[in-house]
């Protein structure tokens, strides 16, 4: 199964090659759309014409790029896309990534999640400090994405139940803003009001 994913201004196709232990990802990237597309059929038919993929050894990888391409890309905003390709691609697809769909357990999940939280290590971001650890935050930014995935894992019939259900959460507090008060907010219509008769 090749999955289209953009990244940046060009697309990238993403699918695999060899058998067992010499199977790999690749990535035809720097494409354009119509070109990825054109790509991606054809490796498409390359695969109908000589192998049969069996769902039972579809990867959570597999799996996930292509939920990106029939599920992600219809149903979130830009942002959001973005945001959680960045997530699967940087906590995901490192750990989770060659595990077989079908091996995925409530254990599994519970042990990745506390992997993430003692022992690996946080993408960096630009004009950010270093962090030492992943925050619980992003934990559950992750388990947001990963639940909706695997409950369309199950609704398209790949697995019979979605682990991240029942998995256990790091404990994490949001923080709440405190509203302005009414003369905060006024404060902040008259400093608008004057900044625009300025610009104008």
């Given amino acids: 199964m090749a999955s289209i994913v953009k990244r940046g201004k060009t697309y990238s196709v993403v699918h695999y090659e060899g058998e067992g232990k010499n199977r790999h990802q690749v990535w035809d990237s720097g494409l354009s759309y119509t070109a990825a597309k054109a790509r991606k059929a ?34 979130w905003v830009a942002s959001t896309y973005d945001g959680n390709v960045g ?5 995901v697809h490192p750990y989770l990534g060659d595990k077989l769909l079908r091996s995925i357990r409530v254990e599994t999940v519970d042990d990745y999640y506390h992997f993430l939280l003692t022992e690996a290590e946080p993408a960096t971001n630009m004009g950010k400090p270093r962090r030492q650890r992943i925050t619980a935050s992003t934990i559950h930014d992750i ?3 990963l639940r909706c995935a695997f409950n369309q894992v199950r609704r398209w019939e790949y697995i019979a139940k979605n ?6 959460l790091p404990e994490h507090k949001e923080k709440h803003r405190a509203a302005l008060t009414p003369e905060q907010l006024f404060k902040v219509l008259e400093f608008t009001a004057l900044a625009i008769t300025t610009a104008i």
Avoid: C, M, W
């Avoid at 769902?55 to 799996?63: I, Y």
């Avoid at 682990?163 to 256990?168: G, K, M, Q, R, V």
């Fill in 163 to 168: 682990p991240f259900l029942d998995a256990t």
């Fill in 42 to 75: 054809q490796l498409e038919l390359d695969q109908a014409n000589n192998v049969h993929i069996d769902r039972n050894d579809l990867t959570v990888s597999e799996f996930l790029y292509e939920f990106l391409e029939k599920y992600g890309e219809r149903r």
């Fill in 143 to 145: 388990h947001k994405v």
């Fill in 87 to 91: 997530l699967l691609e940087n906590y």
